[in-house]
């Protein structure tokens, strides 16, 4: 399984970036594809997933309503358009794919991770 992300980088306050993760080698239909940020001397916490089958989405408190992951079965992607964005969004993105639960996303639940892209508001 390979997870490579695109995107990321620098935008100021209020500004708008996007994330794309190509994904490839799952074999079950429905699964879970989330996107996780660690900030320096921060956790790495969950930020939005969406289940590949269904397309329902979950978006952690600090970014509903300026996020929005959708996935693309077609092209085997997920993407995540970030807007309005905010200081505090500064940090690694990560892609990441789990069997388990789409909400909460946990880390410990991840089977499979990108390699993270930078995202400095």
């Known amino acids: 399984v390979q997870l490579v992300e695109s995107g990321g980088g620098s935008v100021q306050t209020g500004g708008s970036l996007g994330l794309s993760c190509a994904f490839s080698g799952y074999t079950y239909s429905n699964y879970c594809m989330g996107w996780f940020r660690q900030a320096p001397g921060k956790q790495r916490e969950g930020v939005a997933g969406?289940?590949?089958?269904?397309?329902?989405?979950y978006y952690a408190d600090a970014v509903k309503g300026r996020f929005t992951v959708s996935r693309d079965n077609a092209n085997n992607t997920v993407n995540l358009m970030m807007n309005s964005l905010k200081p505090e969004d500064t940090a690694l993105y990560y892609c990441?794919?789990?069997?388990?639960?789409?909400?909460?996303?946990?880390?410990?639940?991840?089977?499979?991770w990108g390699q993270g892209t930078q995202v400095t508001v």
């Open positions: 990441a794919a789990t069997y388990a639960s789409c909400w909460p996303l946990r880390v410990s639940g991840v089977d499979y």
């Open positions: 969406v289940y590949t089958g269904g397309g329902i989405t």
